[in-house]
């Protein structure tokens, strides 16, 4: 099997770990070890309450947007806590600052359609990173991906990668979008998600891809449709209304 070293984000609000996080590193401590991954739960109450808005089958299209954008600033934030910065001297109407910015900005790099929606927040906190996309859609018999696009730098060799997408179900899209990323260079790989299932954290720690994984929860299970349990049902559904492709 494999090794998953968790950390829990910290900031001034005292984010703390869910229960069943230290269980699962428990359960895998007398394990081989294959690959090592590092996990940032963000555990948080205003987290924890745009992922309940999310959640909500009550929640329409427009208040599950909403939610997803404030959820995916907070993940964004969390994520980018070790971006190298550089420094430099800034004029404020009475002295002299020290300034700091990104030395080298992230790409963003949404997994369609779902993943759309972490784009805006993930702008809002980096104005200036580029964005590329990756196209996917699940074969809802099969429950693998289907890729339809690809539209990326040519190589991304020395660049941090930001993929976003809120739900890491089977692991099996995330994965495929990973794939494309290290055959262009990618080593330095962030997986966003907001909710998580362990299915899919074990496949993506399993995979020996250079990537880390930020999120707001683990969910224990998948049905037999393949979806997150409890979850919050088809994300780009409860975003945009349901998808009328046939694959």
Same mark, same amino acid.
């Given at each position: 099997?494999? #090794?998953?070293?968790?950390?829990?984000?910290?900031? @001034?609000?005292?984010? $703390?770990?869910?229960?069943?996080? +230290?269980?699962?590193?428990?359960?895998?401590? %007398?394990?081989?070890?294959?690959?090592?991954?590092?996990?940032?739960?963000? #555990?948080?109450?205003?987290?924890?309450?745009?992922?309940?808005?999310?959640?909500?089958?009550?929640?329409?299209? /427009?208040?599950?947007?909403? @939610?997803?954008?404030?959820?995916?600033?907070?993940?964004?934030?969390?994520?980018?806590?070790?971006?190298?910065?550089?420094?430099? !001297?800034?004029?404020?109407?009475?002295?002299?600052? $020290? =300034?700091?910015?990104?030395? %080298?900005?992230?790409?963003?790099?949404?997994?369609?359609?779902?993943?759309?929606?972490?784009?805006?927040?993930?702008?809002?906190?980096?104005? !200036?990173?580029?964005?590329?996309?990756?196209?996917?859609?699940?074969?809802?018999?099969?429950?693998?991906?289907?890729p339809y696009l690809e539209a990326? +730098?040519?190589?991304?060799?020395?660049?941090?990668?930001?993929?976003?997408?809120?739900?890491?179900?089977?692991?099996?899209?995330?994965?495929?979008?990973?794939?494309?990323? /290290?055959?262009?260079?990618?080593?330095?790989?962030?997986?966003?998600?907001?909710?998580?299932? $362990?299915? =899919?954290?074990?496949?993506? /720690?399993?995979? =020996?891809? +250079?990537?880390?994984?930020?999120?707001?929860?683990?969910?224990?299970?998948?049905?037999?449709?393949?979806?997150?349990?409890?979850?919050?049902?088809? /994300?780009?559904?409860?975003?945009?209304?349901?998808?009328?492709? #046939?694959?």
């Open positions: 099997m494999w #090794d998953i070293n968790i950390k829990i984000a910290h900031t @001034a609000l005292d984010w $703390q770990c869910p229960h069943k996080v +230290p269980s699962l590193k428990n359960s895998m401590r %007398n394990m081989p070890t294959i690959k090592a991954m590092h996990i940032t739960v963000v #555990d948080h109450p205003l987290a924890a309450s745009r992922l309940t808005l999310m959640r909500d089958e009550r929640s329409d299209n /427009a208040t599950f947007r909403a @939610a997803l954008a404030d959820l995916g600033t907070m993940l964004i934030y969390e994520a980018s806590r070790h971006l190298d910065v550089e420094h430099f !001297d800034t004029k404020t109407p009475v002295g002299i600052a $020290q =300034g700091t910015r990104l030395k %080298n900005p992230p790409i963003i790099v949404p997994v369609i359609r779902a993943g759309l929606g972490m784009v805006d927040p993930a702008l809002s906190m980096i104005p !200036d990173a580029q964005v590329g996309f990756i196209g996917l859609a699940r074969n809802e018999q099969t429950h693998e991906p289907v990326l +730098p040519e190589t991304l060799a020395g660049q941090t990668v930001f993929v976003v997408d809120p739900m890491l179900a089977t692991g099996g899209s995330l994965l495929h979008a990973i794939q494309l990323l /290290a055959e262009r260079g990618a080593t330095d790989i962030t997986a966003i998600c907001m909710v998580s299932a $362990q299915p =899919g954290v074990d496949a993506l /720690a399993a995979s =020996g891809l +250079p990537v880390r994984l930020v999120t707001a929860t683990i969910d224990p299970q998948l049905n037999d449709d393949a979806y997150i349990v409890p979850g919050l049902g088809d /994300a780009g559904d409860r975003l945009y209304g349901p998808r009328n492709i #046939d694959l």
